[in-house]
């Protein structure tokens, strides 16, 4: 059964969707605040987390910060709060998908189960055996041994999050190609993603970070102004 750890400081709301949640056959915890949440989170090891950003003492940010760097479960950030730099800083420090308070069951739903087949997809390309050489994309000083997760920049294993390797694979199996905004959401985060394009740029901003010796001023990953990007390699 999936393990939802919900985190809110308003309890109508918590008990509310923990019901509706349990009743679509979720195996639902809950927290209601900051260190409540760390704690839930180190010790039932949810597959999804559902973390509100306005928090007593310890805010979501700070939380989802924390466990970006403890966990690789999906994070959805609740906010009463539709401020796009608010959006983008969840973005920034590992969230996966945003969503505005007053908060839907339908929608909540439909996100949480958008955030589990992706989960579920990547681990399954994680242990996806070897074919031979087919899975691996050679470009420049990039090498992209697919099948086994592996990335080398000249020469150099690369670390990059689950999202920043799809990304990368992505613009590298298309290399030379300008890459719309909302192709690449469809591409590499699925036909049902349906959070913030923004989050595009946030991803792109970090690769360029570890490929690039002037991240503002990018040689490899391009702005195409006005359409999106392209990997020139």
């Not at 190609?177 to 923004?198: E, I, Q």
Request: with cysteine; proline share 4%; aromatic share 6%.
């Amino acid at each position: 059964m999936t393990k939802i750890l919900l985190v809110d400081d308003e309890q109508t709301l918590l008990q509310a969707l923990s019901y509706n949640l349990s009743k679509e056959g979720f195996d639902v915890v809950t927290a209601a605040d900051g260190a409540q949440a760390l704690s839930t989170a180190r010790s039932q090891k949810p597959d999804v987390i559902v973390l509100d950003v306005m928090l007593p003492g310890m805010n979501g940010m700070e939380v989802c910060r924390i466990l970006r760097g403890e966990t690789t479960a999906p994070i959805l950030m609740l906010t009463a709060r539709s401020d796009e730099l608010d959006r983008v800083l969840g973005l920034e420090l590992g969230a996966d998908e945003y969503i505005v308070k007053p908060v839907g069951l339908r929608e909540l739903l439909a996100r949480i189960r958008a955030m589990l087949r992706r989960a579920q997809m990547h681990e399954s390309r994680q242990t996806t055996p070897a074919n031979d050489g087919e899975d691996l994309v050679e470009a420049g000083p990039l090498v992209i041994d697919a099948a086994r997760y592996l990335v080398h920049w000249h020469g150099q294993e690369l670390a990059l999050r689950p999202k920043e390797y799809d990304l990368l694979l992505y613009l590298a199996r298309n290399r030379g190609r300008v890459l719309t905004r909302d192709s690449l959401l469809s591409g590499v985060w699925g036909y049902d993603y349906v959070g913030d394009p923004r989050t595009v740029d946030v991803h792109i901003r970090w690769l360029r970070e570890k490929l690039e010796s002037e991240p503002s001023r990018p040689r490899y990953i391009q702005t195409v102004r006005g359409t999106g990007y392209k990997l020139n390699l």
